[in-house]
């Protein structure tokens, strides 16, 4: 299988975490936003959203938008429960990740690290909803050890992404023990490199 997608993306991180962790063999093919590469003709045909990440199988179907692929190839792993209302309770996650997180905290992000805004150049409202969403983590993380159940789901995959690196947005941890906590239990799990918590 090829992922398609940018290494500083949170989205296209998600998958990237994920394979890893399941050992899933895969192609990263590297895909430049700002060059406009996930808007060619070609990478049109494979995802008419214009945008990365994708994952392409050997047999040339496409599937795209993070999560979902998250949900589709977790399938059958401790990462995504059996038990459907516990299935119900991370997809509860997965889509409050992307109505009420990465739009503030990943677009601040963009904002800053892609296009060189200066953190006081954020825009007002957008930098409110994301401390509101840490706010919210933290409060739910300030007793659970994970998002849902008592182990690593994609729901921590999917929050982590754009979570662990969310100083490049301009927000802060130092004040949020609880998400601190949860994203060096994702670390220990991922093992993915410990210099990028703020
Ligand atoms: N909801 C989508 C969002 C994907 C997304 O916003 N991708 C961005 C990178 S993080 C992208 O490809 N932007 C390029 C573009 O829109 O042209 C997902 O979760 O996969």
């Given at each position: 299988m090829k992922i398609y997608g940018d290494v500083q993306s949170g989205n296209c991180l998600k998958v990237k975490f994920l394979a890893e962790h399941l050992n899933l063999k895969y192609e990263w093919v590297e895909t430049d936003l700002l060059n406009g590469e996930t808007r060619s003709e070609e990478f049109l045909l494979k995802n008419?959203?214009?945008?990365?990440p994708i994952v392409e199988f050997d047999d040339g179907r496409v599937i795209a938008q993070s999560n979902g692929i998250l949900r589709f190839l977790a399938r059958g792993t401790d990462l995504l429960p059996s038990d459907v209302f516990l299935q119900a309770k991370v997809d509860e996650w997965l889509f409050w990740e992307q109505y009420s997180h990465e739009p503030y905290i990943a677009v601040s992000m963009f904002q800053m690290f892609y296009l060189k805004k200066k953190k006081e150049e954020r825009e007002l409202w957008r930098v409110e909803r994301g401390e509101k969403a840490l706010d919210l983590l933290n409060q739910h993380l300030s007793n659970h050890d994970w998002l849902v159940g008592d182990k690593l789901t994609i729901a921590d995959i999917a929050l982590f992404a754009y979570t662990h690196r969310c100083y490049l947005g301009g927000f802060q941890l130092e004040e949020r023990l609880s998400v601190r906590s949860w994203l060096n239990r994702c670390h220990e799990e991922l093992k993915v490199n410990t210099d990028t918590i703020t």
């Open positions: 008419p959203f214009g945008q990365v």
